[in-house]
């Protein structure tokens, strides 16, 4: 249309330059758009007074367009007569958007001008319905598109084949090959072909990974992302937590995958690895890919024509595990010691002394309720009312206890978890660590030493012969548990000789490998039907029955030992007796702990 500075002079114009999909954030889609643009500024005649860009930004998504809304403003309140653009389409994809805009033109008497398409004219009723009709033909050709994306992936879930997107942690840019693999028979590390064989009798596939040279299957390489990926869900399984897995990871240089970040402006910086968090280092494991299996909007709707990463029955383990509601990771200080939230405080105390100075004996009696808390009564009146101590509290503020006992068994003391502080000095007024219960000052016990005596007594029950049959029940039919766990001991027995006879120039390296990976996969297999016999998982791949397990415990991570201890038994810590034992002399560096004072009651039968 004919259009005429507000105020005489050349026109003042806005170039817009927009692209949907730049994930590589290389800003050449936009570049040309610009230079197209002030080409035609110039036959025009006008004056550039800005250049918008949003990179990367879908108009028909119906996200927010910063820069766009931009331009808005810019024409409303005259800072500029007129925008350019290569095409309608870079400015609207949906036609309520672009009737507003036509709108404001009409209104203003703006410039509107594309290289593809020429300038709008809305003087006459053709040229405005055109410029209408241009706008809902845009919208349909969106929406087509969409169609076609949503019918594509559509035939991809049927299929199970990789529907696209940024390149997933442990496989390939292609979505579909596990990064890394190698040949167990010609030692090949690239070249591998994804090998999908259908079985018409039952509607199923298999999917492999087979050496491009030779033909063998492809194994999973030691120290790849496939494989660390694989070693955290097992880790997982055994009772790490995600943020053991994350220091981890992060001591040996396992990183995110390289992810380009996008900039207020719209443009992506270079790509940039970091270490792993607890939340997405979650997403990843708790993907159904790993075990090669697709989903749709949270649902399994069956396998996918890509490799696992690990078993079916591993990631559905981990998985169950990762959702239990009580697992949190929450921000705070991490976990320094076994008992810290486990141990529980076994003081009973038998007299309290509340705020107005008068004194609480306990009775005896206990309430007739499940809790069955212990009763109290005032000193003055030991006959007449008694209280629960939460009564007492109601009553009359905030309690002191006056001296404590250990509770009876059967009986409901404190009951509250231990903490530890570094509050208090011990020999040669030096800080010492010690669990305290976290309600008052009930019980006191040295952490290392504590924890030493809990550790013993876990290890000391895990290697008797009868361990596998209590925590691993044999089925009615099939190989028995024990038999199962004598074949896994041997297999770690096998493993580290063949360290050994490397050592020892006994076989070469490539033997060495070899050997080890067949073991490993062997004791996986082991492991894996444990797991599914087990009543309390955690305990399955532990070496049980064997004095394996004393060596093995060392090189447990904290997480580890606090999950198998969990699993294990309840720990009371009760109060000590007065004094310290015959023939200890302060001062000389000497230590004592009275086992008698610590109650562990067994969660599994025996």
């Avoid at 007129?82 to 095409?87: E, K, N």
């Avoid at 669990?435 to 005596?453: G, N």
């Avoid at 070469?508 to 009543?535: N, P, V």
Wanted: proline residues 5%; hydrophobic residues 35%.
């Amino acid at each position: 249309m004919k259009t005429e500075p507000a105020s005489g002079g050349r026109r003042r114009v806005v170039i817009y330059c927009r692209i949907s999909d730049d994930r590589e954030g290389r800003r050449y889609g936009v570049r040309r758009q610009e230079r197209d643009c002030r080409k035609l500024a110039a036959e025009l005649g006008v004056d550039v007074v800005e250049v918008l860009v949003e990179n990367d930004i879908s108009a028909y998504s119906g996200k927010p367009r910063p820069k766009y809304d931009r331009m808005l403003r810019m024409l409303r309140a005259g800072e500029a007569d007129g925008v350019l653009a290569l095409t309608s389409r870079r400015l609207q994809r949906r036609y309520r958007e672009a009737f507003d805009f036509l709108d404001l033109v009409e209104e203003k008497n703006l410039l509107v001008a594309t290289v593809k398409g020429g300038t709008y004219d809305l003087t006459t009723a053709d040229g405005r319905r055109e410029a209408r009709r241009k706008a809902v033909d845009d919208q349909h050709e969106a929406e087509e598109i969409a169609e076609r994306v949503k019918d594509a992936k559509k035939d991809n879930l049927r299929e199970g084949t990789y529907r696209g997107g940024p390149r997933p942690f442990g496989y390939e840019s292609d979505g579909i090959t596990p990064r890394s693999l190698k040949c167990p028979q010609c030692s090949a590390t690239e070249g591998f072909v994804i090998k999908r064989e259908d079985d018409d009798a039952t509607d199923d596939f298999t999917v492999t990974a087979v050496c491009g040279e030779c033909g063998t299957e492809a194994e999973i390489a030691e120290g790849s992302e496939a494989w660390y990926l694989g070693k955290a869900i097992d880790a997982i399984i055994a009772g790490d937590s995600l943020r053991a897995i994350c220091r981890e990871w992060a001591e040996k240089g396992v990183r995110t995958v390289p992810r380009r970040k996008r900039l207020e402006d719209g443009s992506r910086t270079e790509p940039v690895a970091r270490d792993w968090q607890a939340t997405e280092l979650r997403r990843t494991l708790l993907r159904p890919r790993n075990a090669g299996l697709i989903d749709h909007r949270g649902e399994i709707i069956g396998k996918a024509s890509w490799p696992p990463l690990t078993a079916e029955e591993k990631w559905r383990a981990a998985k169950s595990i990762l959702e239990q509601p009580e697992r949190r990771t929450t921000p705070g200080n991490a976990r320094k010691w076994v008992g810290s939230g486990l141990y529980r405080c076994g003081a009973l105390v038998t007299r309290y002394r509340a705020a107005d100075g008068r004194e609480y004996v306990h009775s005896g009696q206990y309430t007739d309720d499940d809790e069955a808390w212990p009763l109290y009564a005032a000193v003055e009146a030991p006959e007449g009312q008694q209280w629960a101590p939460r009564d007492l509290e109601d009553a009359f503020g905030k309690l002191k206890a006056v001296k404590v006992e250990p509770v009876p068994e059967d009986r409901r003391g404190c009951r509250d978890t231990m903490r530890c502080s570094t509050s208090g000095t011990g020999a040669n007024r030096k800080h010492v660590i010690a669990y305290r219960c976290r309600s008052a000052v009930h019980v006191t016990r040295t952490a290392e030493l504590l924890d030493e005596y809990v550790e013993a007594v876990a290890v000391e029950r895990l290697s008797r012969p009868d361990a596998v049959s209590l925590f691993v029940p044999s089925p009615e039919k099939g190989e028995s548990t024990e038999q199962l766990a004598i074949r896994a001991n041997t297999l770690r027995v096998k493993l580290d000789q063949y360290a050994a006879d490397y050592d020892d120039d006994l076989i070469t390296r490539k033997q060495m490998l070899d050997g080890t990976a067949r073991t490993r996969a062997k004791l996986a297999e082991i492991e894996a039907e444990m797991t599914r016999r087990a009543t309390v998982p955690v305990l399955a791949r532990l070496p049980l029955g064997t004095p394996e397990i004393r060596k093995a415990w060392k090189g447990y991570t904290l997480e580890r030992k606090r999950a198998i201890i969990d699993a294990l038994m309840e720990v009371t810590v009760l109060p000590s007796r007065r004094g310290r034992p015959k023939g200890f002399k302060p001062g000389t560096g000497q230590v004592y702990f009275d086992p008698s004072a610590v109650r562990i009651e067994w969660k599994q039968r025996g």
